[in-house]
Structures are given as structure tokens and as C-alpha cells.
């Protein structure tokens, strides 16, 4: 069965403070994994889609890698605005065909 | 990245009557949306999957003839909630798909339904 799974669950972090958060994923066929940042009361918002394992992107204060049974995201120096749950996905199936499947999410919290 | 747009972003309803979510790609053309739900503090649960043209596709467990899915076209898709009830009230959240590679999936920014 396709699996995601994100840790931790909550993240506390004080301003300044570099982590990394990780998903992992147990699945018959990785056509792509997503990294969305979701605010309160509003939809997710897309950060990055990674391919293939050994591959990184980074946009600001963040950096997402891939490996072959994970993913992380690697947060710099983050402030206070960079609070929100963090969501993963793995996209399976083929074509235009298939879903996402979601892990549980993390929830960062970023103190001034 | 893209926008995909969401009407209403919350509405109240009375139990019984009905309500229609209207959800637009807005930058690019979707062959593909889908429709989820959240619940406070979980994540986004798939209730279907929407193709231009042809019948929704429904997740295990969710009532096909209380949330009735229409893609009219390739860049609108329309969630209406029948009868509505108490428990139906929630978040609810679309999402459109390039219909190419990268197949990258853009979401929106939701509809608060309370069902009072």
C-alpha cells in the first residue's frame, strides 16, 4: 500500500534556527513528490515538485531534497513568517492519470 | 505558479438545502481537477477525482449523489453539496493538474461551508 509519512509532527523552532523536516514514502511507482506549505483557513500553496533521487531544489529559505525513500526540507535561518504546516505528496499512477497521497503534514512554528 | 480560484470562500447554509462551490483554473487548462475535504488539524482527504467531459470519479466512502461533481469545461469544475447536513460542514479544497508534463497540481484557497 502507498504510504507517506512526515516527521515530526510539530516543529519548534526559535528565529534563526536551521532544521530539517522529513518525508518518507513507501510507493509501487514515484512519478514526482511535493512540497506545499498550507496557512490556516486557506489551500495549500506549492513550494517544489522533485523527480529523481539526488535531486535539490531551493527557493529562499528553503531547500528540498530526494532520495530514493525520502525527502527533506531543509530550512535556513527561518523567521517567524516562515510558520505554517508543511505538507508532502507523493504523485502515483501514469499519464495524466494517478493522485496525490499526503502525509500527515508539519507544523512549524517559528519564534521571534 | 498557477492560480486557481475558489467561489464562495465560505458560505452558511441551513440544513437541508443545497450548496455549489465553484472552483476555476485561472492561467491554465486542467483536463483534471480534484475535489478534497479537511478536517481541523488533518490532512486534505481526496473525495474525487474531476475529468472534463466524463463522470467524476469517487473516492471509497464518499456519497457520489450528495456531492455532485460537474467539469464543464477545461477550466471550471462545480462541487455541489445536496441536502446538506451538520456533518457535511467543513473545509473543502480543489485542485487543478497541468495536463502535461510536469503535471504539476496547484490548489485553491478553499470554501468554509458551516450547515447550521
Known amino acids: 500500500e502507498d504510504q507517506v509519512t512526515q516527521s515530526p509532527e510539530a516543529l519548534r523552532l526559535q528565529e534563526g534556527e536551521s532544521s530539517s523536516l522529513n518525508c518518507s514514502y513507501t510507493?509501487?511507482?514515484?512519478?514526482?513528490l511535493f512540497w506545499y506549505r498550507q496557512d490556516p483557513g486557506k489551500g495549500p500553496e506549492f513550494l517544489f515538485t522533485l523527480y529523481s533521487a539526488g535531486e535539490e531544489k531551493e527557493k529562499e529559505r528553503l531547500k528540498a531534497t530526494l532520495t530514493k525513500k525520502e525527502s527533506f526540507l531543509h530550512i535556513t535561518a527561518p523567521k517567524p513568517e516562515d510558520s505554517a504546516t508543511y505538507l508532502c505528496a507523493v504523485l502515483t499512477g501514469s499519464g495524466n492519470t494517478g493522485k496525490l497521497i499526503f502525509g500527515q503534514g508539519t507544523t512549524l512554528q517559528v519564534k521571534p | 505558479g498557477a492560480v486557481v480560484s475558489q467561489h464562495p470562500s465560505w458560505v452558511i447554509c441551513k440544513s437541508g438545502t443545497s450548496v455549489k462551490i465553484e472552483c476555476r483554473s485561472l492561467?491554465?487548462?486542467?483536463?483534471?481537477m480534484f475535489w478534497y475535504r479537511q478536517f481541523p488539524k488533518q490532512s486534505l482527504m481526496l473525495m474525487a477525482t474531476?475529468?472534463?467531459?466524463?463522470?467524476?470519479?469517487?473516492e471509497q466512502g464518499v456519497e457520489k449523489d450528495k456531492f455532485l461533481i460537474n467539469h464543464a469545461s477545461l477550466t471550471l469544475s462545480t462541487l455541489t453539496v445536496t441536502s446538506a447536513h451538520p456533518e457535511d460542514s467543513s473545509f473543502y479544497i480543489c485542485?487543478?493538474?497541468?495536463?502535461?508534463?510536469?503535471?504539476?497540481?496547484?490548489f485553491g484557497p478553499g470554501t468554509r461551508l458551516t450547515v447550521t
Open positions: 474531476s475529468n472534463e467531459g466524463s463522470k467524476a470519479t469517487y
Open positions: 485542485s487543478a493538474r497541468g495536463d502535461f508534463p510536469p503535471y504539476e497540481q496547484y
Open positions: 492561467d491554465f487548462q486542467a483536463t483534471t
Open positions: 510507493v509501487s511507482g514515484l512519478r514526482g
